[in-house]
């Protein structure tokens, strides 16, 4: 299994681009990983919202392969414990063959065309963060996860 984080967007701030390149390079050490940056739209000032979630589905949708178990990070998802969630890594790990698609929608979150492909939705927090941040949590309660599953020392309870 691979796993693919798909964001909109590119990250700006340095010391979230560090944090972010750390966690990724010590995932890679437990699983294939990878993320995929789809360029944020221009000239979007008179761009309706949904017009602008319908531009952004046709990019994502450019990127979701046959076969993709697609995850959608959305506020009203399924919230998990750090524990909860390595038990949900591991068992689409045993369960899925291909690619664990997790996405990461635009400023107005996802057309009802992306929604519609879901397999399921997950919410990181009741709270709101940034794209960006949003981006670090994530990719650091994956490798928190990965550590969980092999029992090394990185979460304590």
Known sequence: MRIIFLVIGKTNEKYLIDAIDEYTSRLKHYIPFETIVIPELKNV????????KEKEADLILKNIQSGDYIVLLDEHGKEFTSL?????????????????????????????????????????SKMTFSHQMIRLIFIEQLYRAMTILNHEPYHHE
Not at 45 to 52: A, E, P, W, Y
Not at 98 to 120: C, D
């Open 45 to 52: 000032k008179n761009v309706s919202v949904s017009d602008q």
């Open 84 to 124: 909860a969630f390595s038990a949900y890594i591991e068992k689409k790990m045993h369960t899925s063959n291909k690619r664990l698609l997790f996405i990461v929608g635009g400023p107005y979150g996802f057309s009802p065309r992306i929604h519609s492909l879901a397999n399921e939705k997950i919410s990181l």
